[in-house]
């Protein structure tokens, strides 16, 4: 039976891939993006643009779809700046909490009327930094650590309403992200030891199919031989 899935960050790298194979199973996918230009070429049956800096842009833009039912909401737009703690300036941090926790959970508050009434799933992509933190990691593993939080929270919350709420952690894949990750850590980068984003797609498509009585609330991705996150001698 077709889905209707709303997934953000849709315009590039896993997100993209996500409505592509959405799309191909049948599933009507509900696309975001910060414009309407990011979504060229990118399949959907509706849009939903808004900057995920600005969450109080988020409420006018859901109401806007009229939305009365959704099966799922898949949380895969976010931010990462890499740097020490000692460098990183308070508009970074307000940058990457907004970004990658607040505009998620209000995002998630102003869908909860439609997925409640569809019993859905929300799948919030967090990272290996959302368990554990190393150097240079400060603002980045603390959002996700906060992302976790956010989704155990909702998960208990919405327990008698029927919703499935999972934290999926993907480490190591081969997207622009984490090419840039990478780069900002002086760090090696070679795609043919990360997962492809293909993969990662299709394991979070997978949580969608699980049968009802079913709910995965954490699942852990990473490749067979992933390449440690190191700084260069």
Known sequence: MS??????????????TL?????????????HARSESA?????????????????????????A?????????????GIAHIGAIADQSLELWEQT????????????????PALRAARGHVVFVNSGAGISAGPKWGSYAASKHALRALADSLRAEEQPNGLRVTSVYPS???TDMQRSVREQYGAEYDPSRATSPESIA?????????????????????????????ERP
Request: no cysteine.
């Open 3 to 16: 889905k209707t899935i709303l997934v953000t960050g849709a315009g590039r790298g896993l997100g993209r």
């Open 39 to 63: 979504l060229d070429g990118v399949p959907h049956d509706r849009k939903l643009v808004f900057d995920l800096a600005d969450p109080a842009s988020v409420a006018d833009a859901v109401a």
């Open 202 to 230: 299709a394991s979070i498509v997978g949580l969608l199919n699980t049968p009802e009585d079913v709910v995965v609330n954490e699942l852990r991705v990473e490749p067979p031989n992933p390449l440690p996150i190191r």
């Open 19 to 31: 409505a592509e194979q959405l799309s191909a199973r049948g599933d009507k996918v509900i696309a």
């Open 65 to 77: 779809l009229g939305l009365e039912q959704l099966d799922g909401v898949i949380h895969n737009a």
């Open 97 to 112: 909490l907004t970004i990658n926790v607040t505009a998620p959970a209000e995002l998630t508050r102003a869908l909860l």
């Open 172 to 174: 190591h894949f081969a």
